[in-house]
């Protein structure tokens, strides 16, 4: 339940001198239709006069305003993006609290700003908050809060300046906000009162942490360190990134020791991945794996990832990692296969098997195949281009004339066809000999682009060129 702040439409009997103090929570950004505050309220101050009355009526110290009006009032003026409509201002003089109310992409917005020497909530929204989580709007501490009550949803995020001493906030109400920006609304809200501010700047009141990314990752380090005792190893890898790019940076370390490879072999990592945040220090996986590479981050532009290259037998596979809600959460996708470099919000998993051919007298499969599957980053979820099962004619009338003509002329059988989603038309084929025993292929061709995929990165797109070898199924996980 909202704890109810004290708003000048609500005021029934209290004495003056709590009045002047909470007088300029007048306005509730999170319910619109309470903001516009009576001209007076009573107060429990009575004296000889007006005993007969029982109460003393007080004006409201909010004030309507133009913002010119506002900046020779209070020394500054609440800036509001250029999509804003309906803006209105006012200031409470005895508090130097200003205020903005204004829709923004059909939401009503309340902002506010007060000079102060510390971080303080000058929202005037009072609730149980069901998230209260650290962020960061530029180079400021923030603090971002939701609640929800009766169907209705409460966010503000409140952040401070500590170069000017200046606080900000911003708040609003309604139902169906989730993917609500508030962060990004500050983003363009707010606009330092000294001007540009050099990210390498500190001043006694502001932690070098907050200022950058630089600052963030000495101080999440020196976080770890703290934690760390001597069996643990030196940190070998430390990816401080926003993965879930909500203001706030978050680290991803790995400790324990080094194997070289010399000139010919690759170095080997071995020892335990932590994850680091304002909240604390958690180890999420002591596993005894040996690691190719560490530490790599997968940039998706609104999400990050973590990838941990493990040695697995003859292959590879790719532990995912990323933050929801401040904690560390290995994707599904994660031990699946090879991830590969996204190419902008695309990539391939190369999944491992021995399905190259199958020996009838051992009644086994052997050789070593390795076949790319198709993905791409959409909506905050990773999503398969999946294969879908088609005839021959339809096939024929995508890919190159004489194709299925040219596989069967060498004693090929075509087995399946499949069309992906990103226009990948695979074909898996066969031979098999006189003893049984059976070799399986595959050619691959890109609809799109008109011309056979370059498997091994030869130069050569030509239909053997295509190649991976094995049996492609429609999807990494089958059929």
Same mark, same amino acid.
């Given at each position: ?230 069996? #643990? *190893?030196?940190? =070998?890898?430390?990816?401080? @990134?926003? &993965? ?6 978050? !680290?991803?370390?790995? $400790? ?22 304002? #909240? *604390?220090?958690? =180890?999420?996986?002591?596993? @005894?794996? &040996? ?6 981050? !997968?940039?998706?532009? $609104? ?177």
């Amino acid at each position: 339940m909202r704890k109810e702040g004290i708003y000048w439409k609500k005021i029934a009997v209290v004495c003056l001198a709590v009045l002047c103090l909470a007088g300029c929570g007048k306005k509730d950004a999170a319910k619109p239709e309470e903001t516009a505050a009576p001209e007076t309220a009573t107060t429990g101050a009575v004296d000889e006069e007006s005993s007969n009355a029982g109460n003393t009526m007080i004006g409201n110290p909010w004030e309507d305003c133009s913002a010119p009006e506002m900046e020779q009032a209070l020394g500054f003026v609440i800036n509001v993006p250029k999509e804003a409509q309906d803006t209105r201002y006012s200031i409470c003089s005895t508090e130097n609290l200003g205020e903005a109310d204004f829709t923004w992409q059909g939401q009503e917005i309340c902002a506010r700003m007060k000079p102060t020497p510390k971080f303080e909530d000058i929202s005037g929204m009072y609730y149980d908050w069901a998230t209260d989580r650290n962020g960061q709007v530029s180079y400021c501490d923030a603090r971002i809060m939701s609640a929800e009550e009766d169907g209705v949803t409460y966010i503000v995020c409140n952040w401070y300046d500590a170069v000017p001493g200046m606080m900000y906030s911003l708040s609003t109400s309604g139902k169906n906000l989730d993917g609500f920006d508030i962060i990004g609304l500050a983003e363009q809200i707010f606009k330092p009162l000294q001007g540009d501010v050099d990210g390498d700047a500190e001043t006694p009141d502001m932690k070098a942490s907050d200022t950058d990314k630089q600052g963030a990752e000495e101080r999440l380090k020196e976080k770890l360190e703290k934690e760390l005792s001597d069996s #643990d *190893g030196p940190i =070998l890898g430390f990816a401080c @990134e926003d &993965y879930d790019c909500d203001g706030s940076y978050e !680290a991803f370390a790995f $400790t324990g020791q080094v194997n070289e490879g010399g000139e010919e072999f690759a170095d080997e990592y071995y020892g335990e991945l932590w994850f680091v945040n304002d #909240d *604390g220090v958690s =180890l999420i996986d002591d596993g @005894e794996k &040996y690691y190719l590479e560490i530490c790599h981050v !997968a940039d998706f532009g $609104t999400r990050k990832f973590l990838l941990q290259y493990e040695a697995y037998a003859t292959a590879r596979v790719t532990e995912i990692y990323t933050v929801r809600d401040g904690k560390p959460v290995e994707d599904g996708l994660s031990r699946v296969g090879d991830m590969c470099e996204p190419d902008g919000n695309e990539f391939t998993i190369t999944l491992s098997a021995y399905d190259v051919s199958y020996d009838k007298e051992m009644d086994t499969y052997l050789g070593h195949s390795w076949k790319p599957y198709y993905f791409r980053f959409e909506g905050d979820e990773f999503i398969e281009d999946v294969g879908v099962a088609i005839g021959r004619a339809e096939a024929e009338s995508l890919c190159p004339k004489g194709m299925f003509d040219e596989i069967e002329a060498q004693g090929n059988t075509v087995d399946s066809i499949m069309l992906r989603e990103n226009g990948i038309l695979t074909v898996n084929y066969s031979h098999t000999d006189d003893a049984g025993n059976v070799d399986f292929k595959n050619a691959n061709y890109n609809t799109e682009k008109k011309e056979y995929i370059d498997a091994w990165g030869t130069g050569e797109k030509t239909l053997s060129g295509s190649d991976f070898g094995g049996i492609y199924s429609l999807g990494i996980f089958g059929p």
